[in-house]
C-alpha cells in the first residue's frame, strides 16, 4: 500500500478552547496551500482509493479540498485514530482497516502525524521529522519497517514550480 500522510493546511492560530480549537476552518492560506499540494500530488501522478480525515474542521476542510482536485469521487471518510488525541495503536488499527487499498490518503495534526510517521519508517518511533502545514509524505508500507519515498511540503512545491516556471520559458535571441 502507498500511504500518503498529510498534515492539515494552515487554520491560523490555535483557539484555547478545545471545543472552538476543533472548528478551527482553513484560512485562505491554507485553501491555497490545499489546491497547490493537490496539483503537485497530480503532477506525481498520485492515485488514492480513499480518503480519510481526522474530526477536526480544519482537517476535513483539507481533505475535501485536495480530493475536489485529484478528482476523488467518493467520501472522505472520518476517523478518530486521526485526532489530535489518537495513540499509535489506533493509528495501526486505522491501517489494517484499510490495508486492502493500493493508495490511502490520510489528513491528520501535528505531533501525531510525524510521531506516527517516525513509527512506521523506524519501528521504534526514533525518527524526528517535521510535516509543516500542508505536508504530504508518501510511505511505502509493503516494506518493513516500511520506506518514506518522499516528504514534499508547500515551501517546496513553490520553489519546484517557481523553477519548472522559469526554465520552461522560451528563450529569445537578441539580434
Not at 5 to 30: C, F, Q, T, W, Y
Not at 79 to 102: I, V, W
Request: glycine share 6%.
Amino acid at each position: 500500500m502507498n500511504l500518503y500522510l498529510m498534515r492539515h493546511a494552515n487554520a491560523g492560530i490555535p483557539r484555547e478552547n478545545p471545543l472552538l480549537d476543533a472548528k478551527r476552518s482553513l484560512v485562505k492560506e491554507g485553501k491555497e496551500q490545499c489546491v497547490l499540494m493537490a496539483r503537485t500530488l497530480s503532477a506525481l501522478k498520485v492515485q488514492v482509493d480513499v480518503i480519510v480525515s481526522s474530526p477536526f474542521k480544519r482537517a476535513m476542510q483539507t481533505a475535501q479540498f485536495v480530493g475536489t482536485e485529484l478528482g476523488y469521487e467518493s467520501r472522505v471518510e472520518i476517523s478518530p485514530a486521526l485526532a489530535l488525541n489518537a495513540s499509535y495503536a489506533d493509528f495501526q488499527d486505522l491501517l489494517a482497516k484499510y490495508a486492502d487499498h493500493e493508495g490511502v490518503l490520510m489528513v491528520g495534526h501535528n505531533p501525531n502525524m510525524f510521531q506516527f510517521l517516525g513509527h512506521l519508517i523506524t519501528s521504534n518511533g526514533g525518527a524526528a521529522i517535521r510535516m509543516r502545514k500542508g505536508a504530504v509524505a508518501r510511505v511505502d508500507l509493503d516494506r518493513h519497517p516500511a520506506l518514506l519515498r518522499w516528504l514534499i511540503d508547500p515551501r517546496m512545491a513553490r520553489a519546484i514550480y517557481a523553477s519548472v516556471a522559469r526554465s520552461s520559458r522560451p528563450k529569445t535571441s537578441r539580434k
